[in-house]
């Protein structure tokens, strides 16, 4: 099994949130509140209700949750290609369709462990009340927040989401991943092992663009379904019916209504993700190397 690449994960996906937080509470706020016309006037309503903190509600669980859920990705991804090459024989190569189902299995894999983070950031990154307007907040932190959502809602709540999380996650990252692989493939000279660094930072940022335009219209599902009955009674009866109220109400435009938001933060946050990854595992490989040696 390649436990490298579950370490290198975490901490690739630990060093993405750090990047692309902010403009992720952006485009959380966007998807679940009308009060904002567009990705500028977020910004700046942001600002000047609650300063640049605003930008960063609950990012202290999601650093850590993240951290998780990207070793179980990476890990998983790694450990399904190398389950499919050897199904077809020790030395057989991994094709696109290898890429792109491992990708699924990794994305549907992670939501266990991701969906009680993420609808923790969601209800907080939705909470616009702060001491400059001299509301109080619902919620007073990650913990409180997540403590609060399985005594009202039950553990089943922290799992509100679940299933269009999956349904975004599993084609997400097999495109992601496919994206990467092909792109690295096809801009690395033959007879060359590693990418160089510059293919990383590209192929990493084009796979990030390429997941989320996937991703996108389930995303806003997902964020609708985690947000539903907090300031009030409860739209949405279910899945299917979020997401046929959300076309009639506002046609289908609002699925993409975060797309350009997804895409502007996705091409630096998975530059760095895909960067730190490869020094991570080139680096923890060489030394169990070494070691064996």
Same mark, same amino acid.
């Given at each position: 099994?390649?436990?490298?690449?579950?370490?290198?994960?975490?901490?690739?996906?630990?060093?993405?949130?750090?990047?692309?937080?902010?403009?992720?509470?952006? &485009?959380?706020?966007?998807? %679940?509140?009308?009060?904002?016309?567009?990705?500028?006037?977020?910004?700046?309503?942001?600002? &000047?209700? =609650?300063?640049?903190?605003?930008?960063? @509600?609950?990012?202290?669980?999601?650093?850590?949750?993240?951290?998780?859920?990207?070793?179980?990705?990476?890990?998983?991804?790694?450990?399904?290609?190398?389950?499919?090459?050897?199904?077809?024989?020790?030395?057989?190569?991994? %094709? @696109?369709?290898?890429?792109?189902?491992? !990708?699924?299995?990794?994305?549907?894999?992670?939501?266990?462990?991701?969906?009680?983070?993420?609808?923790?950031?969601?209800?907080?990154?939705?909470?616009?009340?702060?001491?400059?307007?001299?509301?109080?907040? @619902?919620?007073?932190?990650?913990?409180?927040?997540?403590?609060?959502?399985?005594?009202?809602?039950?553990?089943?709540?922290?799992?509100?989401?679940?299933?269009?999380?999956?349904?975004?996650?599993?084609?997400?990252?097999?495109?992601?991943?496919? %994206?990467?692989?092909?792109?690295?493939?096809?801009? %690395?000279?033959?007879?060359? @092992?590693?990418? =160089?660094?510059?293919?990383?930072?590209?192929?990493? !940022?084009?796979?990030?663009?390429?997941?989320?335009?996937?991703?996108?219209?389930?995303?806003?599902?997902?964020? /609708?379904?985690?947000?539903? !009955?907090?300031?009030? =009674?409860?739209?949405?009866?279910?899945?299917?019916?979020?997401?046929?109220?959300?076309?009639?109400?506002?046609?289908?435009?609002?699925?993409? /209504?975060?797309?350009?938001?997804?895409?502007? /933060?996705?091409?630096?946050?998975?530059?760095?993700?895909?960067?730190?990854? =490869?020094?991570?595992?080139?680096?923890?490989?060489?030394?169990?190397?070494?070691?064996?040696?």
């Amino acid at each position: 099994m390649h436990f490298a690449d579950f370490l290198a994960g975490s901490f690739g996906g630990a060093c993405g949130v750090a990047v692309g937080y902010p403009l992720d509470t952006v &485009k959380v706020r966007i998807q %679940t509140q009308k009060q904002f016309t567009g990705i500028w006037h977020c910004i700046v309503t942001t600002v &000047k209700r =609650e300063g640049a903190h605003g930008f960063f @509600k609950g990012m202290a669980l999601p650093i850590t949750t993240i951290s998780m859920t990207s070793s179980v990705v990476f890990g998983t991804y790694r450990n399904c290609l190398q389950c499919l090459a050897r199904f077809r024989g020790i030395s057989a190569a991994n %094709t @696109k369709l290898d890429v792109f189902l491992s !990708g699924l299995v990794a994305g549907v894999a992670q939501i266990s462990v991701m969906s009680p983070g993420d609808i923790v950031k969601v209800r907080l990154q939705c909470q616009t009340e702060s001491e400059r307007s001299g509301l109080k907040p @619902k919620y007073s932190g990650p913990i409180h927040c997540l403590l609060s959502i399985a005594r009202d809602e039950g553990a089943s709540g922290l799992y509100r989401g679940a299933l269009p999380l999956a349904f975004r996650d599993g084609p997400s990252f097999a495109t992601y991943f496919l %994206t990467y692989s092909t792109l690295c493939s096809q801009l %690395t000279p033959a007879g060359q @092992k590693e990418p =160089e660094w510059t293919v990383v930072l590209l192929a990493g !940022g084009l796979a990030g663009t390429a997941g989320w335009s996937v991703g996108t219209p389930m995303d806003v599902i997902k964020a /609708r379904l985690q947000m539903d !009955g907090v300031r009030g =009674e409860r739209r949405y009866r279910g899945f299917v019916h979020c997401v046929t109220e959300t076309v009639r109400n506002e046609g289908l435009g609002i699925f993409f /209504r975060s797309l350009g938001i997804n895409c502007l /933060r996705a091409f630096p946050v998975n530059m760095v993700v895909f960067a730190v990854y =490869e020094v991570s595992v080139r680096i923890l490989r060489s030394a169990s190397v070494d070691r064996l040696s």
